[in-house]
């Protein structure tokens, strides 16, 4: 049923559910801050493959590495190394979809050096659903957290020499990924001190009072996904009543839009750079 309800909102099939307008006002302008599938076809964008199969981008960028872990038959991680040190790690879900997207949109940007660890998600919405979502699929969830949580930052560790401590590492989703950043963060906040949610979907809501200690939160959605917005407002709402540090603005765009990307560089640059909370 919540896999039959999350592809009518994709497409608009629960648009006739709007949101109040001024609620969707009021969400575009808040600003609350209290603290302060595998895939192994080229990566889009502006990219060359050198000799040893590492795609780069051009001599100006960084390199985008990806690989196989040994997760579920091997689970493909997507990295986008910055030319420059790194000053934050972003781990991001659906990688395999995601990363140039988010490449193009930070290359260039006045953001804090950023590298990108894309994890893999599978191809369908059941499995997506199963790995993302707490209480779908208990057993298949926990698999791909440990993965998530472990395999795939320590492969980053060995791999690249990057490990970063929880005040500069983020998890960003879009969509069922959105669900998924925001249920690491809440579980992990010493692991993840930042969430970047895009879109979430409802089948991962706050049920109560958060409790403990919480990450910082950033969250956005379209103006033309009412669906979606209304569950990014639910979590602005319960992070604010546990004192938390959530920031949410609703974009013009529907759900996969631009801003999903463009907002990017804006919440590295809220969550790690100077003057962040700002």
């Known amino acids: 049923m919540q896999v039959q309800a999350y592809r009518a909102a994709k497409v608009g ?122 209480g779908v699929d208990e057993a298949r969830f926990d698999e791909h957290e440990e993965f998530f949580l472990h395999e795939a930052r320590d492969w980053v560790r060995s791999r690249f020499g990057v490990a970063m401590g929880a005040d500069r590492t983020g998890v960003w989703g879009a969509s069922l990924g959105g669900e998924f950043a925001l249920a690491m963060g809440v579980r992990h906040p010493d692991v993840f001190g930042a969430v970047f949610s895009a879109s979430p979907g409802g089948g991962y809501r706050p049920t109560g009072p958060l409790g403990g200690a919480l990450p910082s939160f950033y969250l956005v959605a379209g103006q033309q996904e009412p669906f979606f917005a209304e569950n990014a407002e639910r979590w602005l709402h319960a992070v604010r009543a546990a004192d938390g540090d959530v920031v949410m603005h609703v974009r013009d765009g529907d759900h996969g839009g631009a801003f999903w990307f463009e907002e990017f560089p804006l919440m590295v640059s809220w969550a790690f750079g100077r003057g962040a909370g700002s």
């Open 13 to 134: 099939g629960l648009r006739d559910a709007q949101l109040p307008e001024e609620a969707l006002r009021s969400a575009a302008d808040e600003v609350v801050v209290d603290r302060h599938g595998f895939s192994s076809r080229a990566p889009q964008g502006n990219t060359l493959r050198d000799e040893l199969g590492v795609w780069r981008m051009s001599p100006s960028a960084g390199e985008l590495v990806t690989e196989s872990l040994g997760y579920d038959g091997g689970r493909g991680v997507t990295v986008y190394v910055p030319s420059r040190p790194v000053e934050a790690a972003v781990f991001i879900a659906d990688g395999g979809w995601h990363v140039s997207r988010l490449v193009d949109a930070i290359e260039g940007a006045d953001a804090p050096s950023t590298m990108i660890v894309g994890v893999h998600g599978m191809n369908d919405d059941e499995g997506r659903f199963s790995e993302y979502v707490p």
